[in-house]
């Protein structure tokens, strides 16, 4: 099974940037949809971002023109950089990859954001 080790999550204050980053240790990990989801205290978990195997991108509406997803298929990695931090985005965000093809899918453990002054 695919394996996902999310990074770089941490404390910010409202405005700040973070940029989180999902390794994955597959070797076919271009063929995936990787997603990045985030999940409140009390809350659903739902979808950030996506970028498909042909680079297309997708947001919510509540982080749009906030955060950036990119991926690098040489390495291996998903990127989500996150600016202008409000305290809303404070949630375990989660990396997610998903094979149309098989149907095969994989998450990260999950890093912690916390936006606070």
């Known amino acids: 099974q695919a394996q996902l080790v999310e990074s770089g999550g941490g404390l910010v204050q409202p405005g700040g940037s973070l940029r989180l980053s999902c390794a994955a240790s597959f070797t076919d990990f271009s063929t995936y949809i990787m997603r990045w989801y985030r999940q409140a205290p009390g809350k659903q978990r739902e979808v950030v971002a996506l970028i498909t195997t042909n680079n297309i991108t997708d947001y919510a509406g509540s982080v749009k023109g906030r955060f950036t997803i990119s991926r690098d298929n040489a390495k291996n990695t998903v990127d989500l950089q996150m600016n202008n931090l409000k305290p809303g985005d404070t949630a375990v965000y989660y990396c997610?990859?998903?094979?149309?093809?098989?149907?095969?899918?994989?998450w990260g453990q999950g890093t912690q954001v916390t936006v606070s002054s």
């Open positions: 997610n990859a998903f094979q149309a093809s098989t149907g095969e899918g994989s």
